[in-house]
């Protein structure tokens, strides 16, 4: 891909996948973007998900933030379910949303 195209391409990846900027962006302004973009995200799937979001208090953006990387958006349902799906996996998912799950699975909207 070259030309506008690409260059656009490259900027999405720098500000959601942690890719190089094109050339005449600034490093710290694409920093900026985007830890604004995944402190949104991870808004919306705390929005999503209450109750672990009250349970997690002040390590959820930073589960959250390591789960993200290199994990694309997806819907906030989907997002909210996949991250739901790591906690369990890590450990950190809270007795009411581990309880949850073993009753009645994922949820489906």
Same mark, same amino acid.
């Given at each position: ?13 720098? %500000?959601?996948?942690?890719?190089? &900027?094109?050339?005449?962006? #600034? ?21 999503? %998900? &209450?109750?672990? +979001?009250?349970?997690?208090? #002040? ?6 933030? #390591? ?25 950190? %998912? &809270?007795?009411?949303? +581990? ?11």
């Amino acid at each position: 891909m070259t030309g506008l195209a690409g260059r656009q391409a490259a900027l999405v990846r720098a %500000l959601v996948a942690g890719g190089e &900027p094109p050339e005449g962006f #600034d490093r710290d302004a694409i920093d900026t973007a985007s830890k604004a973009l995944l402190r949104k995200r991870s808004g919306e799937v705390g929005a999503h %998900l &209450p109750h672990v +979001r009250a349970a997690l208090g #002040d390590r959820f953006f930073a589960l959250f933030a #390591d789960w993200a990387e290199g994990t694309p958006k997806g819907s906030t349902h989907a997002d909210a379910e996949a991250f739901t799906a790591h906690l369990e996996s890590i450990g950190h %998912l &809270p007795e009411p949303s +581990r309880r949850r799950r073993r009753l009645f699975g994922p949820r489906r909207t």
